[in-house]
T-cell receptor, first 118, second 110 residues
Framework: GAGVSQTPSNKVTEKGKYVELRCDPISGHTALYWYRQSLGQGPEFLIYFQGTGAADDSGLPNDRFFAVRPEGSVSTLKIQRTERGDSAVYLC????????????????FGEGSRLTVL | GEDVEQSLFLSVREGDSSVINCTYTDSSSTYLYWYKQEPGAGLQLLTYIFSNMDMKQDQRLTVLLNKKDKHLSLRIADTQTGDSAIYFCAEKDNDYKLSFGAGTTVTVRA
């Protein structure tokens, strides 16, 4: 597709369950970002990939959160032992190169995966 | 994020101008941005301004930057119903990380 694709668009799970959220960035974009947007708030940075490696994971709230990007394209955000406080919209974004992001900050965002933990 | 603050709501009549204000704390920010989020959609970059500029105009959009007061504003001229959305101010913390405000919900009434 032409844009950043995220699946699932909605996920309802029970407290304590494991969840995976997938992001398919724009083809050729080497930089990939995960943000979390809680209700009534702006997006908060979670993790940044440049290629296959996580260049900055300082925004991950705790060790229940983990993200991978094994082939430098699709990324999966993994949340273990989910808690009600994890309920949010998880946004993925990509940019052409890290330098492109430096120059203009133009991140292309997906529509997000809305996670609800009951 | 807590480093970027903006008013939460704005109601404006169709055809009038909208002004959305934002304050930020990081004086070393090189770029500042305005993103738009429509219901059910991802964030879309509207415009950005480099920190050595004080104004940028792009069609109906005018961005004003007061670096001394760390104040950023977005003016939308001739506001239309399609401008109803949440508008986020963001600053670049480093080479890649953006810090967003909580968003201003703009409602355009007929």
């Amino acid at each position: 597709g032409a844009g950043v694709s995220q699946t699932p668009s909605n996920k309802v799970t029970e407290k304590g369950k494991y969840v995976e959220l997938r992001c398919d960035p724009i083809s050729g974009h080497t930089a990939l970002y995960w943000y979390r947007q809680s209700l009534g708030q702006g997006p908060e940075f979670l993790i940044y990939f440049q290629g296959t490696g996580a260049a900055d994971d300082s925004g991950l709230p705790n060790d229940r959160f983990f993200a991978v990007r094994p082939e430098g394209s699709v990324s999966t955000l993994k949340i273990q032992r989910t808690e009600r406080g994890d309920s949010a919209v998880y946004l993925c974004a990509s940019s052409l190169t890290g330098q492109g992001a430096v120059l203009t900050g133009e991140l292309f965002f997906g529509e997000g995966s809305r996670l609800t933990v009951l | 994020g807590e480093d970027v603050e903006q008013s939460l709501f704005l109601s404006v009549r169709e055809g009038d101008s909208s002004v959305i204000n934002c304050t930020y704390t990081d004086s070393s920010s090189t770029y500042l941005y305005w993103y738009k989020q429509e219901p059910g959609a991802g964030l879309q970059l509207l415009t950005y301004i480099f920190s050595n500029m004080d104004m940028k105009q792009d069609q109906r959009l005018t961005v004003l930057l007061n670096k001394k007061d760390k104040h950023l504003s977005l003016r939308i001229a001739d506001t239309q119903t399609g401008d109803s959305a949440i508008y986020f101010c963001a600053e670049k913390d480093n080479d890649y990380k953006l810090s967003f405000g909580a968003g201003t919900t703009v409602t355009v009434r007929a």
